[in-house]
């Protein structure tokens, strides 16, 4: 059996939380390992223009960003792998936590940076026309819907930020809204109501998908449950998700405190969680911000609690 590695501070996952957590931990001398997970890069290696990070004036693509900040921590040292953490035990310290390739590692503190995923909606028909005409990333497959017509799920940031996106690839944009409102920041709802390629339903809900060769269309209620209830048919090529995101907790809850949605309790506003010398930060303990901003800056506090935490130790 291959021999266990030891190390002071194991970083999971590569966006900016786990990234910037790899900066602070490198030049505190920490000699931390980071395992990227599923997504090197994290979630905004699948988003256009960073136009909200400071320091970029003309906005950066978000791929470029995540490089940018990969390579100042490798600079300083971070050994940042490719893999997945599929296991933990963290009932006594050193933890002890499993790659999906059987590694153990031996871990002093541990900074859990595993971020989100994309919620569906749970329809069958989302498995069926997935890759197909199914989609819950506007801006990685978007470019195949040019001069195409196109329907966004969700009245949030997020699903305007994508009909807006799409509406200057596609010929047409529907948004499909529950509600009988965009949830949306002002702004935000301001652009999509004022674009004239796309057309928000509101008061809609989705309830299936047709079509031979991939997606031709959706099968929605208008107003479910009113007496005026009606089932409504668009025609369709494609069909993006932005209904909101799961955290990718799932390994360590058994450990940890979560919410119900599975969101990491951590104490105080910090990034500790019940656990000593284990930390969380980013979107898999933020509920509430999910920028790359407050998870850049998690990434940093998280370090500063390791390195400060090993001191007293």
């Keep these: 059996m291959a021999e266990r590695e030891h190390v002071r501070c194991l970083i999971i996952g590569s966006g900016p939380a786990g990234y910037t957590a790899a900066i602070y931990a490198s030049r505190a001398n920490l000699s931390p390992v980071e395992y990227c997970g599923l997504l090197s890069g994290g979630q905004l290696t699948q988003t256009t223009t960073v136009e909200n990070f400071p320091g970029y004036p003309e906005g950066v693509d978000g791929s470029q960003m995540m490089m940018d900040i990969r390579q100042q921590a490798e600079r300083f040292g971070a ?22 390739e059987g590694h153990e590692i031996e871990a002093e503190t541990v900074i859990i940076a595993t971020g989100a995923s994309a919620k569906y909606l749970g329809l069958p028909d989302e498995e069926k026309y997935k890759g197909e005409g199914v989609s819950a990333c506007a801006t990685c497959d978007g470019f195949f819907y040019r001069k195409r017509t196109v329907a966004v799920v969700g009245g949030g940031d997020t699903a305007c930020e994508d009909a807006l996106y799409l509406s200057g690839l596609a010929k047409k944009v529907y948004m499909i809204v529950r509600k009988p409102f965009l949830r949306a920041s002002k702004v935000m709802q301001e652009r999509v109501l004022s674009t004239e390629n796309i057309e928000v339903l509101f008061e809609h809900n989705t309830i299936g998908l047709f079509g031979e060769n991939g997606v031709e269309g959706a099968r929605l209620v208008k107003r479910k449950g009113e007496p005026d209830e009606e089932e409504v048919e668009i025609n369709i090529d494609g069909l993006f998700l932005a209904i909101g995101h799961n955290p990718n907790s799932e390994v360590f809850k058994e450990w940890l405190d979560t919410d119900e949605t599975g969101y990491i309790k951590t104490i105080d506003g910090t ?43």
Excluded: M
């Design 79 to 100: 050994d940042i792998r490719d893999g997945l953490i599929v296991k933990a035990d963290l009932s006594k310290s050193p933890y002890l936590l499993t790659t999906d």
């Design 271 to 313: 990034p500790r969680t019940k656990i000593p010398g284990v930390f969380a930060a980013g979107d898999v303990a933020d509920p509430h911000y999910r920028q790359a901003i407050t998870a850049a800056a998690s990434g940093c506090k998280a370090a500063l609690e390791a390195e400060r935490y090993l001191q007293t130790k």
